[in-house]
């Protein structure tokens, strides 16, 4: 049985920084992107960054590019999003994802089948 969980959210202040980590268990997804989307109370879960097998590729929205990276332990099946000059428009929870296949761009929610439970980032002005 595949399970993700997310872990590192939190408060933090606009301007700080938070690192979210994601440990994968039933199956080795080495050989897959990997994923991180959030969603905000009445909004769409939203795509914020993606990395590919090897980590040598990522992929951000617009919104978090330059502020935000992505990297990946495929010895220990995990995937980080670093989170800097946080601003209160990225308070969400925040979700990482794995697909269902290796052939996928991992930019949208529908290349992924497995999710974890997701972890609150709230950022105060």
């Known amino acids: 049985q595949v399970r993700l969980l997310e872990s590192g959210g939190g408060l933090v202040q606009a301007g700080g920084s938070l690192r979210l980590s994601c440990a994968i268990s039933?199956?080795?997804?080495?050989?897959?992107?990997l994923g991180w989307f959030r969603q905000s109370p009445g909004k769409e879960r939203e795509f914020v960054a993606t990395?590919?097998?090897?980590?040598?590729?990522?992929y951000f929205a617009d919104s978090v590019k330059g502020r935000f990276t992505i990297s990946r332990d495929n010895a220990k099946n995990t995937v980080d999003l670093q989170m800097n000059s946080l601003k209160t428009e990225d308070t969400a929870v925040y979700y990482c994802?794995?697909?269902?296949?290796?052939?996928?761009?991992?930019?949208?929610?529908?290349?992924?089948?497995?999710w974890g439970q997701g972890t609150q980032v709230t950022v105060a002005s």
């Open positions: 039933g199956h080795s997804f080495s050989s897959y992107p």
């Open positions: 990395i590919n097998w090897s980590g040598s590729s990522t």
């Open positions: 994802a794995a697909p269902y296949s290796t052939v996928v761009s991992g930019r949208d929610l529908d290349d992924y089948s497995y």
